[in-house]
């Protein structure tokens, strides 16, 4: 299993980027997809997650500003940034979790590389 992680860049406060990252390979099932950050000097955190069902959790810096959505038919998981913050500025993972494969072997969860997302005037 793949994941492949798209969008980051850089951006002046106030703007939006919008981050896509698709799970490729042999997929039957996906629990759950999110995208966690690491701020320089920081640990990584959560920044959202949905549900295969569309339950969704986010923290709350976020709230209001980011949404997280996703194609189940494409395995895709979206984040939609607006009202960027320079505070926002991390590398940024896709993560998908619990990923059933077809045949016998068991779940496992799955990274992306990391897009860079910087806010900065």
């Known amino acids: 299993v793949q994941l492949q992680a798209s969008g980051g860049g850089l951006v002046q406060p106030g703007g939006s980027l919008r981050l896509s990252c698709a799970a490729s390979?042999?997929?039957?099932?996906?629990?759950?997809m999110g995208w966690y950050r690491r701020a320089p000097g920081k640990q990584r955190e959560l920044v959202a997650a949905?549900?295969?069902?569309?339950?969704?959790n986010s923290i709350d810096s976020v709230k209001g500003r980011f949404t997280i959505s996703k194609d189940n038919a494409k395995n895709t998981v979206y984040l939609q940034m607006n009202s960027l913050k320079p505070e926002d500025t991390a590398v940024y993972y896709c993560?998908?979790?619990?990923?059933?494969?077809?045949?016998?072997?068991?779940?496992?969860?799955?990274w992306g590389q990391g897009t860079q997302v910087t806010v900065s005037s």
């Open positions: 949905i549900t295969s069902s569309g339950s969704i």
């Open positions: 993560n998908a979790e619990r990923v059933i494969p077809y045949g016998s072997r068991p779940p496992s969860d799955h």
């Open positions: 390979g042999s997929i039957f099932s996906i629990n759950a």
